[in-house]
């Protein structure tokens, strides 16, 4: 055990404890992004990551307001978080700031702080950027609130140019907002409309990833295949010819983006799926209902027919694609006979995964309020037979794998011994033995068996 000796006056005087910051995210890979930028932003005051919320300095709950239970679910973590800043105060360990971030936020400022006392600051998913400035003010007055009346690129703007990253793959995000108003969905009233970084901007944050070695990018977006920044030497690029220029910084070699809409998806884009080896073969691409009545009632502006054969195109691109997927059961009006139309069409497209909602009516969107709303034992009943589904082929795919050597990045050490896990072009986990001095490195490893989450494979030669 080393002693640590108190600094002498030749040391000069003892740094400052840092502060401790605890940041919880809900919600999609954006929020995640969100966080990651929010400790970038807070770390020259001096608040360090910590991973528990008891005896922080600065808790943040970045929230998601797609789902009613996940808005919920936030009030209920106030309610804990409010205990743990008086027993904070009451042991002399000075203040606890609370704060609530994203999209929750946005829709529910007002109520927030009408309901939970504890909670400090109130900030939109665009203004974030304003969170040093917020905690000044803060320590003389409680009682903040800043909304998305910020532009986007104000809050890019404002971010330190070097960013934190932990590990070989991290997430940027290209383009916020949204133009297309389902009438499900209250991220156009949450996000704003839709806005695309600059080219110059997304280029020079990959270079800093990539300088600190990160091998793997995910361009994240709302509408993320609506991309359309504009480029250094002017013009308009799309998300195609942004990839490309991001396949060519040294250092990069996988790029993936989500998530996408039907009607975004260019010729150019399944182009590049055709000729550009970084662009990995896994397409999130939700489509929500298989029926064209309710696709309608939802206001996708597509149909059926129209994704089933986007599907194909892409396919005959790029042939070894795996297909993933958002699927909205429930939706006001659904009938058994358009709850089968997704099923088959489920059974046409046939998925490596899909992620499964039970529509939950969000105050303020159109769904909200048409009076054909399915009853929740019958909506639950749909979802299980869904999932059973989606299941099914999910374990099919994997189970596929078994026998082919893919390329694995590995990301982290595994729990046992030398294990580590790493991620194949398809998204899978993968859990190899012997590969902990792999880490950071993308290798070539026989799949052994694939299992519902996950496939386990050997190094060649091993």
């Keep these: 055990m080393t002693d640590i000796l108190a600094p002498t006056e030749v040391d000069g005087p003892a740094a400052p404890p840092a502060k401790r910051l605890f940041i919880k995210t809900y919600g999609c890979q954006m929020n995640v992004y969100d966080s990651e930028r929010m400790a970038d932003v807070l770390r020259p005051l001096g608040y360090a990551p910590t991973d528990t919320p008891e005896g922080a300095d600065f808790v943040i709950l970045n929230t998601c307001h797609i789902r009613e239970k996940a808005a919920e679910k936030v009030y209920s973590e106030l309610g804990k978080l409010r205990l743990m800043k008086l027993d904070k105060a009451a042991a002399g360990g000075g203040a606890m700031t609370i704060a609530v971030a994203g999209c929750v936020a946005q829709a529910e400022g007002e109520e927030i702080m009408r309901r939970q006392p504890a909670v400090d600051i109130v900030v939109g998913p ?62 156009p009233y949450t996000r704003g409309a839709e806005w695309s970084r600059p080219v110059g901007d997304v280029l020079a944050e990959a270079r800093g990833l990539a300088a600190q070695g990160v091998r793997e990018l995910t361009l994240l977006g709302q509408n993320v295949n609506a991309y359309d920044g504009l480029g250094e030497g002017g ?66 502006k597509h149909g059926r027919g129209k994704y089933i054969d986007l599907i194909g195109r892409i396919r005959d691109a790029r042939p070894d694609i795996a297909i993933s997927g958002d699927f909205i059961v429930g939706f006001p009006g659904e009938t058994e006979r358009d709850f089968e139309d997704t099923l088959s069409l489920v059974r046409d497209i046939g998925y490596a995964s899909a992620f499964t909602f039970m529509y939950s009516p969000r105050p303020g969107t159109p769904a909200a309020s048409m009076g054909t709303q399915v009853p ?72 052994e068996h694939g299992q519902q989450n996950s496939l386990k494979g050997r190094l060649l030669g091993a």
């Design 235 to 300: 013009g308009v690029w799309t998300l195609a010819r942004l990839a490309r220029a991001l396949a060519e910084i040294p250092g990069i070699d996988r790029i993936r983006y989500t998530t996408s809409h039907p009607n975004d998806m260019s010729d150019d884009l399944i182009e590049a799926h055709r000729e550009l080896d970084a662009l990995m073969p896994y397409l999130h691409l939700p489509v929500q209902s298989g029926s064209d009545r309710i696709l309608r009632a939802m206001n996708r």
């Design 376 to 447: 929740p034992e019958v909506a639950l009943a749909r979802l299980h037979a869904l999932q059973a589904l989606i299941v099914k082929q999910q374990l099919a795919f994997n189970v596929a794998q078994a026998g082919k050597t893919l390329n694995v990045l590995f990301e982290k050490p595994g729990r046992n011994g030398r294990q580590a896990i790493g991620r194949s072009p398809y998204l899978q986990s993968v859990h190899v033995e012997d590969a902990d001095h792999l880490i950071g490195q993308i290798v070539p490893v026989r799949i």
């Design 126 to 187: 665009q203004a974030y950027h304003q969170l040093p400035e917020l905690l000044t003010r803060t320590a003389r007055a409680r009682g903040e609130r800043i909304g998305a009346d910020f532009a986007p690129n104000e809050k890019f703007d404002a971010m330190p140019a070097m960013r934190g990253v932990d590990g070989p793959t991290a997430f940027l995000t290209v383009q916020e907002g949204c133009d297309k108003f389902c009438s499900f969905c209250v991220v």
